[in-house]
């Protein structure tokens, strides 16, 4: 198992900037794949960005394509989404998922960080 934690949430006005960052523990983190997602009030759970074990696949919701960049360092544990250009529908609580492949399920999650663009 690995344990995800994550950090670097707030709130910032339209047009700003935010790195979330997502620490994780236990297994060999560049065994899995790296998922951020993200669930707003009332609203059900989406996907945002995926990267592969190396870092060298990534994927991103339309939403989101040429704002947000998922990165990530093996050597330090750590994926990122650098968030640019916020809008207050980025409003959300985001959450890093790990899996051993894209032909498994997000089985190990974060507790989320609270992401806040007032409108």
């Known amino acids: 198992q690995v344990q995800l934690v994550e950090s670097g949430g707030g709130l910032v006005q339209a047009g700003g900037s935010l790195r979330l960052s997502c620490a994780a523990s236990?297994?060999?983190?560049?065994?899995?794949?790296m998922g951020w997602f993200r669930q707003a009030p009332g609203k059900e759970r989406e996907f945002v960005a995926s990267i592969s074990r190396s870092g060298d696949i990534t994927t991103y919701a339309d939403s989101v394509k040429g704002r947000f960049t998922i990165s990530r360092d093996n050597a330090k544990n750590t994926v990122y989404l650098q968030m640019n250009s916020l809008k207050p529908e980025d409003t959300a609580v985001y959450y890093c998922a790990a899996r051993l492949s894209p032909s498994y399920e997000y089985k190990n999650w974060g507790q989320g960080t609270q992401v806040t663009v007032p409108s």
């Open positions: 236990g297994r060999t983190f560049s065994s899995y794949v």
